[in-house]
């Protein structure tokens, strides 16, 4: 979802540095998925995910069980604030461009919400407007555990957000927490199902923070670019899109896990590629049509 790589190294993180335990990344290995971690969607058809669909779609509670790749503090770019990341395993995509190959292919470490949740509120002073950001991997992909977290951390006082791929269209979910959305249009201009999702968002009163990684040759043209401003405009007249630029440092993850990186090939995007398209977006959003 995020990319681990563009973590501030400011006061939070010397602090989350302290804590020993702040990582829980385990050894990445593709072959060691196992039949109980996440619920995983390897072959997955997303137009064929729904939330009733994944395994946990009750509530549960502080003993609920969810399988995470690792816990990250100090980004500054996954919400606002500074935020701690909970990268979830597991996701419903296999995006070519991902920059999170590891939380893709492994079973991750089982944790309940309550322990999590208390680990978390020993952060909470260095929060200050920030909070806890849920991504991944998919969060929406763990219902139960995701609910069960969220609210404990809410009653902690604790903001929180959900970075989701929108491929899930949960209004329980989306009323829980606040929404990162990013838009994947890297390999099909097909929008219809963020169409959907952002209905579903308005629906519960939430204005998502709508990102899109830009990629070169791949969702950077004049009309991919001009239907994307539309839909969101649609939706969120106040809102806008946050271009995030496709990188390649990603690539040794690759090599790590023995799987090659799609878009190995691909140039990474540049200030005025990004530039280009917040002119291209703007320019919708100010008409009044
Ligand atoms: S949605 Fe795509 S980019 Fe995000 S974790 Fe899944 S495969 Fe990676």
Redesign the pocket.
Known sequence: ?CDKNSFLAGDFASAASAATDVSVAAACDPASVSASGPPDAAACDPASVSASDTPDAAAGGADTVGYIDSVYCGSGVDGAGLRCVVFYAG?N???P????PE??YKSGEAVTAGALAARMERYKPYFRRGGVTLS???SFLQKKFSLALAKLLRGRGIRVAFET?GQICDEELIAAGEIIC?V?NQTSQDLSSYDAFFAACGRQGRVPRVTNVLVPGKNDGEEALRALARLVKKHFPQGGVRFLPFRKLCGDKYKALKIPFPYAAVRECEDEDIARANKIVSEIFSKNA
Not at 97 to 100: A, D, E, L, P
């Open positions: 979802m996701c995509l296999r995006c461009f991902c920059h999170n939380t893709l991944g991997g998919e791929n990013d994947k």
